[in-house]
């Protein structure tokens, strides 16, 4: 019954996307995150639904008439040179066959990245497509909290099978992110209703966090956590929803939660943490012999045993630092790093730039629950490896457009903004006149 009603959903969905190719961006980030033919059981779980709403989307963007427009900034071309030097790394990888595979998935996901950039034009479109994000993970921060809840936390919260979130450690940075900008999206909500249903979302999936029992997800939680609540609005209210989540989470975990989570302190004495640590060596120990790092798909046992302080630990690298260090060497961790700290900058210039103007409120409000899904990325990522999880690539684009729409708000009423007046909202959102979605 699952499938059946997800290919309804999908199939019945193409002819209107050859129209409004923006709903097959968004269709694209639902499929991406919320996974749901990993949900069912028969036909639609391995068809490929995302390779069909793809091409389905670019033909649309091709034909439509829906406005398109193409954002280029120093970001973007940042990551355009990522993409180009892990296309050199590939060339001298170790496993050529492993890392070509691998890099046709990394093309495919920054594909549908500019696709996303290309179809982002309107405050509207931005806001449509963080309500997609938010909804799509949601479901599993508000499964997964009452999971937690009801179970008293004796279970793992785990994500969909074969997908970025499978696991528990992939599902929690997810969730992380996500609480910011469920809470973006509750500060310009005018519905009571929906307000109260963001805030639950928000407490519930920081639970569901607790519950999926990794120790990177509690020290992005406790590192996010007071983020949120220097970046917020409304920080009373902040601190309560933090108290809230907080409290009900610590008051139902087990004692083997805690049991686990103190490892972290004693990290010497863990078989798991030393084990990452020694692949953490082993990427640094590539990098400095092999300028183009090891390539995709290094971390096999004859790389580990040749390059490891410890020959005989070889398990995955499980960091979004030394995973970019060892596959591509120290000129990749640069890119990468020089990526994500230009669109903190950004970030930072948005906030600056809408301060003294209540039109723009929404951009700065989202650029700030932007770094905060940032902070929660850099600290669990340093205990993951999802260097390549499209979420972070979706929120670079989103800055960039909305630096741009900024942009485009100050330059039609610039006298407004500078005498600190509130300018028009509907004036200078768009380059060109929006299409109706």
Same mark, same amino acid.
């Given at each position: 019954?699952?499938?059946?009603?997800?290919?309804?959903?999908? *199939?019945?969905?193409?002819?209107?996307?050859?129209?409004?190719?923006?709903?097959?961006?968004?269709?694209?980030?639902?499929?991406?995150?919320?996974?749901?033919?990993?949900?069912?059981?028969? +036909?639609? +779980?391995?068809?490929?639904?995302?390779?069909?709403?793809?091409?389905?989307?670019?033909?649309?963007?091709?034909?439509?008439?829906?406005?398109?427009?193409?954002?280029?900034?120093?970001?973007?071309?940042?990551?355009?040179?990522?993409?180009?030097?892990?296309?050199?790394?590939?060339?001298?990888?170790?496993?050529?066959?492993?890392?070509?595979?691998?890099?046709?998935?990394?093309?495919?996901?920054?594909?549908?990245?500019?696709?996303?950039?290309?179809?982002?034009?309107?405050?509207?479109?931005?806001?449509?497509?963080?309500?997609?994000?938010?909804?799509?993970?949601g479901f599993y921060g508000v499964k997964g909290g009452l999971f937690t809840i009801v179970n008293g936390g004796v279970y793992r919260v785990q994500g969909p099978e074969g997908?970025?979130?499978?696991?528990?450690?992939?599902?929690?940075?997810?969730?992380?992110?996500?609480?910011?900008?469920?809470?973006?999206?509750?500060?310009?909500?005018?519905?009571?209703?929906?307000?109260?249903?963001?805030?639950?979302?928000?407490v519930l999936t920081a639970i569901a966090a607790f519950g999926t029992q990794s120790r990177g997800a509690l020290v992005a939680l406790v590192l996010t956590g007071g983020i *949120?609540?220097?970046?917020?609005?409304?920080? +009373?209210?902040?601190?309560?929803?933090?108290?809230?989540?907080?409290?009900?989470?610590?008051?139902?975990?087990?004692?083997?939660?805690?049991?686990?989570?103190?490892?972290?302190?004693?990290?010497?004495?863990?078989?798991?943490?030393?084990?990452?640590?020694?692949?953490?060596?082993?990427?640094?120990?590539?990098?400095?012999?092999?300028?183009?790092?090891?390539? +995709?798909?290094?971390?096999?046992?004859?790389?580990?045993?040749?390059?490891?302080?410890?020959?005989?630990?070889?398990?995955?690298?499980?960091?979004?630092?030394?995973?970019?260090?060892?596959?591509?060497?120290?000129?990749?961790?640069?890119?990468?790093?020089?990526?994500?700290?230009?669109?903190?900058?950004?970030?930072?210039?948005?906030?600056?730039?809408?301060?003294?103007?209540?039109?723009?409120?929404?951009?700065?409000?989202?650029?700030?629950?932007?770094?905060?899904s940032m902070v929660a990325y850099l600290s669990a990522g340093a205990f993951l490896g999802l260097a390549y999880f499209d979420y972070i690539y979706h929120l670079v684009a989103?800055?960039?457009?909305?630096?741009?729409?900024?942009?485009?708000?100050?330059?039609?009423?610039?006298?407004?903004?500078?005498?600190?007046?509130?300018?028009?909202?509907?004036?200078?959102?768009?380059?060109?006149?929006?299409?109706?979605?």
């Amino acid at each position: 019954m699952r499938d059946l009603f997800l290919a309804c959903v999908v *199939f019945g969905a193409l002819p209107f996307i050859l129209k409004r190719p923006f709903w097959g961006i968004l269709m694209l980030a639902w499929l991406g995150y919320m996974n749901p033919h990993r949900l069912t059981w028969g +036909f639609m +779980f391995s068809m490929p639904v995302v390779q069909i709403v793809a091409i389905v989307t670019l033909i649309g963007m091709l034909v439509s008439k829906e406005t398109k427009r193409m954002v280029w900034s120093r970001e973007i071309a940042v990551l355009v040179l990522f993409i180009v030097w892990m296309g050199i790394t590939t060339t001298t990888a170790f496993y050529q066959n492993l890392a070509i595979q691998q890099y046709e998935k990394v093309i495919k996901i920054q594909i549908l990245t500019f696709m996303t950039l290309l179809m982002l034009t309107s405050e509207r479109k931005v806001h449509l497509f963080i309500w997609t994000i938010a909804l799509s993970l949601g479901f599993y921060g508000v499964k997964g909290g009452l999971f937690t809840i009801v179970n008293g936390g004796v279970y793992r919260v785990q994500g969909p099978e074969g997908t970025f979130i499978g696991g528990n450690n992939e599902l929690a940075l997810a969730l992380v992110m996500t609480i910011p900008l469920m809470r973006y999206l509750y500060l310009h909500e005018k519905q009571k209703l929906i307000k109260l249903g963001l805030a639950a979302a928000m407490v519930l999936t920081a639970i569901a966090a607790f519950g999926t029992q990794s120790r990177g997800a509690l020290v992005a939680l406790v590192l996010t956590g007071g983020i *949120f609540w220097l970046k917020s609005r409304h920080k +009373f209210v902040t601190a309560i929803l933090i108290a809230t989540a907080a409290g009900v989470a610590l008051s139902v975990m087990p004692a083997e939660w805690y049991e686990r989570m103190s490892t972290i302190k004693t990290y010497q004495e863990d078989g798991s943490a030393q084990g990452r640590i020694n692949q953490w060596g082993n990427a640094i120990n590539i990098a400095n012999d092999r300028i183009t790092g090891g390539g +995709f798909e290094t971390w096999q046992r004859p790389v580990c045993e040749r390059y490891a302080p410890n020959p005989n630990d070889c398990r995955d690298v499980h960091s979004i630092y030394f995973e970019v260090l060892g596959e591509h060497g120290w000129i990749g961790l640069a890119i990468f790093l020089t990526l994500l700290g230009m669109t903190w900058l950004k970030c930072s210039s948005i906030i600056r730039r809408t301060k003294k103007d209540p039109a723009l409120l929404w951009a700065r409000d989202l650029a700030a629950m932007v770094q905060v899904s940032m902070v929660a990325y850099l600290s669990a990522g340093a205990f993951l490896g999802l260097a390549y999880f499209d979420y972070i690539y979706h929120l670079v684009a989103v800055v960039v457009v909305t630096n741009h729409l900024v942009g485009q708000a100050t330059k039609s009423a610039p006298s407004a903004v500078g005498a600190g007046l509130p300018a028009r909202r509907d004036e200078g959102l768009q380059a060109s006149p929006p299409a109706r979605i």
